[in-house]
């Protein structure tokens, strides 16, 4: 009986393989490349070891660059093995452990998703071996897990669909870089230098995924730029109750509209002119005012749902200030040290299966000192409040290759990570713990004062009981509505109230937000609020702009080739000019690349490759004749001189 090779994405993650198999990996294991004993050889990628090859590889007068000849369209597309240090002698080392004689099994044991499918993909097409192979599939790297994900693997032939999908991702990028990025570049780029004023003429890259974020990025800064403050008033009105004596304030509630709920107006509905405010105040002084209402409710707040990466990303930029690039390679590291589960997903919730594992997750937790109390605050509730019923945390329907991120029963000591990885920890594990924690409770009161006719509302809100809140502290939101501190749940009905004044509110109204990349991360993964199709604000609803996989290092990418800028500690997002000058440049030649309605379309068409409802063959032919009329369109708009005008 031969040996079975295993392939994973990392040395870091191929030393958790070994130590299941019974292997050590030595120094001089790390030097070769691999480790092997009498059953079993282990070894490891680097992330990627080949790509796609650029165009010169398919002819060489493709090395310059030329409009006439675009679009570039390969028959069949070549790969190359990664030409960096170190990347070349290890693919050629697994190449060898493929195509040896003794191996007669694969295991590929790369990350559980459609890039890590992607990265053995080609290793194990461009190492020429014909040996078969297995898919180890799993979501955390925990001893059970990676011998559960062995013993169940399953043939690598059943996870071709998703390989498709991998290839046609791809070949999708490839096309839209090569093609257009050539094309804006010859067209566009004497124009855009002499626009910035620099001497060689500018390379602009065009992406798929790229270009449509940086338009969100300078339509947002645009939205900011030309807003024009508008002022509007109110009026606010102070009273003593007569028989409790209690001082409260009040402000002003314009009346409904038919058919509209008083929780139902605009927040501009409650400003006036400032004529307006003044003729209302002038009217009712010296006028009774009356209790007309006094309304107390207990009302709760679930605990918040468990973290997808976009959410850890985005907290933890609210939190920590940090960058969400940092946040997935923290989480990635935590993953490898086994003890947090998958950090690329985009789900929020647990599938069913995983739910027998939460008491050994509780029990390892209850381990930690930084936690100990918590859990035990849980188990002393008798049974656990998240089970395979509960729809909000459990739902297979709402997992997609991952479920949601959440810690192990393997656990670490704050105090032994580094201070960013332990806030990273700490939010995973403390999001993770609140599930099982009581609803927050709040007292809520809602008073109306009546002066003729005109009613002025009063807020007020109590914490009754912390529930989850005693275990996860949430992002503190902007208040929508003025709370007062008075002890206004003492009013009574009908009881009168003496107006001690009235006063006039100057508001302004303000330009929306600039993105942080952790709330840009946010729009990314949401991106169907833009979308008016419904079927495909259908689709994004589940894929958004770009992937979980691949977000962050989109972000990373527009601030390294200078089309954005973030800030070092506010991590405000900005467009340079140059990134401004390009949306420009692509919305008067090609608008819809800027447009997520295009992107939800061919992450649709993506996803449906993956789940069998088209071919790989269908989309491409779909996607070339796209490239092809994009190409004609840019080409005829070349004698536009002053676009950027």
Known sequence: MGKKLFITEKPSVAASFANILGLDISKGDRARGFAENKEVIVSWCFGHLVTMAYPDAYNSKYKEWKIEDLPIIPNEYKYVVIDQKGVGKQFEVIQ??????????????????????????????????????????????????????????????????????????????????????????CQYGRTLSNYLKESKSSVIPIGRVMTCVLGLVVDRELEIRNFVPQKHYGVKASFKSQDNGIEYFGKWQPKKSKGKKSEEIDEQDKYISKEEAEELIEKLKNKEAVIKKVDVKVKSEQPPLLFNLAELQSEANKKFKLPVDKTLEIAQSLYEKKLISYPRTDSRVLSTDVVAEIPKILNGLFKNESFKDYVLRIKEQGELKVNKTTKRYVDDSKVTDHYAIIPTYVTANLSSLDADSAKIYNLVVKRFLAAFYPVAQYNTVKVETNIEGEIFVSNAKTLLSLGWKEVYEVSAKKDEEEI??????????????????????????????????????????????????????????????????????????LKEIGHISIHSKTQVVTPTLKGEAIVKLVRKTARELLNPSLTASWEKGLAMIENGETTEEIFMEKLHSYIIKSIEKVKNTRDNRNILN
């Open 96 to 185: 060898t452990l493929m195509c040896r004689e003794d191996v007669d099994l694969i295991y590929c044991c790369t990350d559980s998703g459609r890039e890590g499918e992607y990265i053995f993909r080609l290793v194990y097409s461009q190492s020429g071996s014909d040996k078969p192979a297995k898919r180890v599939w799993i979501s955390s790297q925990t001893e059970e897990a990676v011998k559960k994900g062995i013993d169940e693997a399953k043939s690598i032939r059943e996870y071709d669909l998703l390989a498709k999908a991998a290839y046609s991702r791809a070949k999708e990028d490839w096309l839209f870089g090569m093609n257009l990025s050539r094309m804006y570049t």
């Open 484 to 557: 007062t501190d008075s002890p206004i749940h003492k009013l009574v009905k009908n009881e009168k109230s003496e107006v001690l004044g009235f006063d006039l509110e100057e508001k302004e109204t303000k330009p929306p937000s600039r993105y942080t990349d952790g709330s840009l991360i946010i729009t990314m993964e949401k991106a169907g609020k833009f979308i008016e199709n419904e079927e495909l604000r259908e689709q994004i609803k589940t894929t958004g702009i770009g992937t979980s996989a691949t977000r962050s290092g989109i972000i990373k990418k």
